[in-house]
């Protein structure tokens, strides 16, 4: 069994940075690729980045690419999106997830705000 819980989110102007964090309990998230998916307000949920177990690889969707960064600290059990350049679409509820399971996540978080202003 995972809990996920993510922290960071808040609200920024356009062109700022913030950074989440995914703290997870359980021994399985270690071995466990994990990823980040947003919704916002009326869309359904998507995909943002997503890793393998051990960070080497890594993908992002177009919308995040070159802005974003996923990475993660086994040690610490804990995942990162680092997010640079925000634009008012970003604007959204940050989950992540882990253990992949068929074509999604098995494991998810809560979720945590995140709101950019033009």
């Known amino acids: 069994q995972v809990q996920l819980i993510e922290s960071g989110g808040g609200l920024v102007q356009a062109g700022g940075s913030l950074r989440l964090s995914c703290a997870a309990s359980g021994r399985t998230f270690s071995s466990s690729a994990m990823a980040w998916f947003r919704q916002a307000p009326g869309k359904e949920r998507e995909f943002v980045a997503s890793?393998?177990?051990?960070?080497?690889?890594?993908d992002y969707s177009d919308s995040v690419k070159g802005r974003f960064t996923i990475s993660r600290d086994n040690a610490k059990n804990t995942g990162y999106l680092q997010m640079n350049s925000l634009k008012p679409e970003d604007t959204a509820v940050y989950y992540c997830?882990?253990?992949?399971?068929?074509?999604?996540?098995?494991?998810w978080g809560q979720g945590t705000q995140v709101t950019v202003s033009s």
């Open positions: 997830a882990a253990q992949r399971y068929g074509g999604s996540y098995k494991y």
């Open positions: 890793t393998t177990w051990s960070g080497n690889s890594r």
